[in-house]
């Protein structure tokens, strides 16, 4: 395709780095816990703690190149939508000064198979966001995982679950009262047919 840089952005990876490292470093192919955290910026804050677990890595993408305009729930959309992905988790990075996204993004998937099809969608030249071509990689680091590590980024995730489940019943609630707010406005233009979207005609 002549036209595949406008849709694919060319890319190193973060997949494509994980996969050099046997080659650069055959004595020592592992990462410690220690260098993963540096790889992975965990000490600049931001980071979901998921990323230090190995069996979460594997349904896990790492994605750059977004828009920085760009929010967790329409990243969100775009990959439930477009690739049929079931996610459990955004984490859009922020830079450290300006605390304003910077283009990159942790997601967390319910599998492997939704992860696969997530770097489906980047191969395909389909990954876009506001007519922007945005980079999906996996996340297949070998590393030396720790308890501690696990257990932190599963009490993490249990409060984001628990706020995500806030969240969908709040929009719930507030959907709902959108919809009763309008059947009285329409209730009560049906009895004063004087009234007319709200103003005296």
Request: aromatic share 6%; proline share 4%.
């Amino acid at each position: 395709r002549t036209d595949f840089r406008g849709v694919r952005v060319p890319a190193f990876s973060l997949q494509n780095a994980l996969d050099c490292l046997p080659a650069l470093r055959p004595d020592a192919p592992r990462f410690s816990a220690r260098e993963w955290d540096v790889v992975v910026g965990m000490a600049a804050g931001g980071v979901p703690k998921w990323v230090a677990v190995e069996e979460m890595r594997a349904q896990s993408v790492y994605v750059h190149n977004l828009s920085t305009s760009v929010t967790a729930k329409k990243l969100e959309g775009v990959l439930e939508g477009e690739a049929d992905c079931e996610i459990r988790e955004v984490r859009l990075m922020k830079d450290a000064a300006m605390r304003q996204p910077n283009g990159i993004a942790w997601i967390l998937l319910e599998d492997g198979a939704s992860a696969e099809r997530a770097c489906a969608l980047f191969d395909e030249g389909q990954a876009l966001l506001y007519g922007q071509p945005f980079v999906v990689s996996r996340v297949n680091a070998d590393v030396q995982d720790s308890q501690a590590g696990k257990a932190s980024a599963l009490r993490e995730l249990q409060r984001a679950d628990k706020n995500r489940a806030k969240e969908a019943a709040d929009d719930k609630k507030k959907l709902q009262q959108n919809v009763e707010g309008s059947w009285a406005r329409h209730e009560y233009a049906a009895e004063h047919p004087a009234y007319a979207d709200g103003r005296i005609s």
